[in-house]
């Protein structure tokens, strides 16, 4: 009799077959969904991609210096620099601007700073004055009144409403007297007001201490209480001052 050899397949061989098979499969499926989604017009998915981080610059810092004006809205109408006044012989440094408006409009803090004093003068009248930072310090002067709770100690906000617009003192009409000192030398207030400074190094320092030689000639419209006219035999006027200067 005859006798066959049969050929015995190893089982891993049938792992891989059904393995295979599976994975033609799957790619078939994969294939058909793609190729229905195409005909019934749905795009295929587009694929996920990650954005690159976006890199945040941090803000800038806070300005050093930030100075607004004490009366928004009204104008200078008396300037820093050298001024005569009707009753004076000669011309002297108005150390400040005079800023005209209405008797009671509230007057705010030019910059963050400390009350150092309220109190009053026979020049000045009522006034305010506040100590700021890097030596400065601001003059509120002929003024109605000081803000409820306005004392020295009092920490002033920039903006805060620290006293009325008057007449007080020597004074011609309602209106505002505003000084700017740093380390007591005199500024001019139109080199600050309203503006910004990011660092120290950024202040107008040089300019705003420049006095003009021109003397200016105040134009007032009525004389101040406690000024009296009096005239010599050659007609020029003279003045004779009641109230004691400051």
Not at 64 to 76: E, H, I, K, N, S
Not at 131 to 140: N, P, Q
């Amino acid at each position: 009799m005859t006798s066959q050899t049969l050929a015995v397949r190893p089982p891993h061989s049938r792992v891989v077959f059904f393995a295979l098979v599976g994975v033609i499969a799957t790619v078939g499926v994969l294939n058909a969904g793609t190729a229905l989604r195409a005909f019934a017009g749905e795009p295929a998915p587009a694929p996920v991609v990650e954005a690159p981080p976006v890199e945040v610059s941090p803000p800038p810092p806070p300005p050093a210096f930030v100075f607004d004006t004490p009366l928004p809205g009204q104008v200078v109408n008396s300037p820093f620099g050298l001024r005569q006044l009707p009753w004076e012989e000669n011309g002297r440094l108005h150390e400040g601007v005079d800023i005209a408006a209405p008797a009671g409009s509230p007057i705010r803090a030019a910059t963050d700073g400390v009350v150092v004093r309220t109190s009053a003068s026979g020049s000045y009248g009522r006034f305010v004055e506040i100590a700021h930072k890097d030596g400065f310090r601001t003059m509120y002067a002929h003024l109605g009144a000081t803000a409820r709770g306005v004392k020295p100690g009092l920490y002033a906000k920039r903006g805060q409403t620290i006293a009325y617009v008057g007449s007080s003192g020597r004074s011609t009409g309602a209106h505002l007297h505003f000084e700017l000192r740093r380390k007591g030398k005199p500024l001019n207030p139109a080199f600050f007001l309203g503006q910004t400074f990011a660092q120290a190094d950024d202040l107008p320092l040089r300019a705003a201490a420049r006095v003009s030689r021109k003397v200016r000639m105040a134009q007032v419209s009525r004389w101040p209480e406690g000024v009296k006219r009096t005239k010599t035999k050659g007609g020029r006027v003279q003045t004779r001052l009641s109230v004691a200067d400051s």
